[in-house]
């Protein structure tokens, strides 16, 4: 009952090894000589060759096998998990400085996207109880994203997410957020208090790469209120000395 399990794992091992010789050879290299360096008999890496250029593994050219679209997709990937981790890391250095939960967000194809949040049980993180992307008007990291972009697409935005109560100190209308959005300092943080959660106050602080709006935010509770700014200067510190010295991929 074993037995075919077993010829998978060693189908997927054989296969793994072709590739991997493949990945050696960026001028292309013909079928023996992938077998010989794989360590396989000719007909079975013809079959295993044919199998990975029907998935997209690789591709065959004049006799000679390359990489293909979806092994290139699985380098890219690898590239993008080690951004991330990157990010996540330097998050998680952050928040044990600053002492609170650390968020970081960009704004794409018109929604708001938390792509990494770093905290910990002594400083956990807002629930999100509502959906950010669809309450971006009442946390920091919303308005911190909305305030970058330009009027026509800040209003499209907020039609497509209409401006609604969440907690008693939540802003009322689209009008009165908008000229609060107008009123932003380029490079200031973005406060909010209990707007978004009751008991939580958040701070967000705008980065600037390309044509991408992207955001760092901490938050605190609210009895922690009056440490909120000065945490919030010393993140766009940490923040403007990385971008000082490196440059950081906003999209990860």
Not at 207 to 223: C, E, R, W
Request: proline share 4%; charged share 25%.
């Amino acid at each position: 009952m074993d037995s075919h399990p077993t010829t998978l794992i060693g189908s997927v091992q054989r296969a793994m090894r072709l590739l991997e010789a493949v990945a050696a050879r960026e001028q292309g290299a013909p079928a023996k000589q992938l077998a010989r360096e794989a360590g396989l008999a000719l007909p079975t890496a013809y079959h295993l060759l044919r199998t990975l250029v029907h998935e997209g593994y690789l591709r065959r050219e004049r006799g000679l096998f390359f990489l293909g679209e979806a092994a290139e997709r699985l380098s890219s990937s690898g590239a993008h998990q080690k951004r991330r981790s990157t990010v996540s890391d330097m998050l998680a250095q952050w928040r044990d400085t600053i002492g609170a939960p650390v968020y970081y967000a960009i704004y794409s194809e018109g929604e708001i996207e938390v792509m990494c949040v770093a905290d910990s049980a002594a400083n956990p993180a807002v629930e999100e109880w509502a959906d950010f992307r669809e309450t971006g008007h009442a946390h920091a990291i919303g308005l911190c994203l909305l305030s970058q972009l330009d009027d026509k697409s800040r209003r499209d935005h907020l039609d497509r997410y209409p401006v609604q109560s969440i907690t008693p100190y939540t802003v009322r209308d689209k009008d009165r957020l908008l000229r609060r959005l107008e009123r932003t300092g380029r490079m200031e943080p973005v406060v909010e208090r209990q707007e978004y959660a009751l008991g939580t106050v958040c701070a967000a602080i705008p980065i600037t790469a390309g044509s991408t709006a992207a955001a760092m935010a901490i938050s605190l509770p609210f009895h922690q209120v009056d440490r909120l700014l000065p945490a919030a200067r010393k993140l766009q510190s940490e923040i403007g000395r990385l971008l000082g010295t490196l440059a950081i991929s906003i999209s990860i």
